[in-house]
């Protein structure tokens, strides 16, 4: 571990990476209870990458997600109460229960919601980037997709642009192996999408998605770097889907060894071994972080199940065209 990063810090980062795995968790729960709305999409294994990237943000960065960013929503100040109830599809949810798991967004923490077309959020975060640019403020913005989303046309234009005008942007691609049902393999004749990068003058970096203090110091110097006007970085997170595409995904399409392999590398359990035995943390100290965060979530979920539904006279509320 750096030396440079305080115990302070760690434990922080350990709660947020706990609280996104024990979200993830009672979402699931909840799911095979037929309490949620909808379908689901796991977001194991993507916790080390929100939380690092939300800790290397200032609070008036700007996240641009896909739909495996929930780790980043909660790191960056969104509550799992309105989370979850908005998932549940319910009035006290972050965006009253009509947006759903697919279009989360709250103003408040600048969270700019993903898109149900993934990839499709790529224009939208350069477009932020440009005003920033325009009213010269010293905020970035953080632009997040899988590797698919790498092979849109989108990626491709917004690179180009993004480079062109030294955007304060930093792109981040979530390499988690897998196009819903596709092996990256399958779909892209390149090993590294930061190779990608170079096509338009734009610097590609690779950090590991399953070491969130790496991932940290990762992020944190592409978001320093294009805050001081050295425009965009390409970060490719690489990392590994935990879980199917969807919940009840059977996965008869990955190797099941491979998904082995990965889960003894699984962050929630190296990095808080690492506490304990590089960083002489307690174990008691990590206990109470996880009966914290354990009654948090029993609290979000009560929350939630006792909130509404929204009405039918709501169905067109915010419908404007």
Not at 119 to 141: D, H, Q, R, T
Request: proline share 3%; net charge negative; glycine share 10%.
């Amino acid at each position: 571990m750096s030396k440079n990063i305080t115990k302070e810090f760690k434990l922080d980062l350990y709660e947020k990476l706990y609280l996104s795995r024990r979200f993830e968790d009672e979402l699931q729960g909840l799911f095979a209870d037929n309490k949620v709305v909808g379908w689901i999409h796991s977001n194991k294994g993507h916790e080390a990458i929100g939380v690092s990237l939300a800790m290397a943000m200032n609070e008036n960065d700007y996240l641009v997600p896909h739909h495996r960013d929930r780790p980043a929503f909660l790191a960056k100040g969104l509550s799992a109460k309105s989370i979850l109830a908005e998932i549940m599809g319910k009035t006290t949810g972050v965006c009253g229960g009509l947006g759903g798991e697919l279009h989360i967004m709250d103003v408040e923490t600048k969270i700019y919601g993903p898109t149900g077309v993934l990839g499709s959020n790529m224009p939208i975060a350069l477009g932020i980037a440009y005003v920033n640019k325009l009213e010269g403020n010293n905020n970035v913005v953080i632009c997040n997709f899988g590797e698919g989303g790498s092979n849109r046309g989108s990626f491709h234009e917004a690179m180009n642009m993004a480079a062109l005008w030294s955007l304060p942007i930093v792109f981040v691609c979530e390499n988690n192996r897998f196009v819903e049902f596709t092996p990256v393999h399958l779909h892209m004749n390149v090993e590294d999408v930061a190779g990608r990068a170079a096509g338009y003058g734009v610097e590609g970096v690779i950090t590991d998605g399953f070491n969130p203090i790496e991932s940290y110091h990762t992020f944190k110097k592409a978001i320093d770097k294009a805050r001081s006007g050295e425009g965009p970085t390409l970060v490719e997170a690489k990392t590994y889907r935990l879980d199917g595409h969807y919940e009840g995904d059977p996965m008869k399409y990955r190797d099941n060894k491979e998904k082995i392999e990965w889960e003894k590398r699984d962050p929630l359990i190296v990095f808080r071994a690492e506490l304990v035995n590089d960083s002489g943390i307690e174990e008691l100290e990590i206990e109470a972080i996880e009966n914290r965060v354990n009654q948090h979530m029993e609290e979000a979920i009560e929350f939630a199940l006792k909130s509404e539904h929204p009405k039918a006279s709501d169905t067109f509320k915010n419908v404007y065209a």
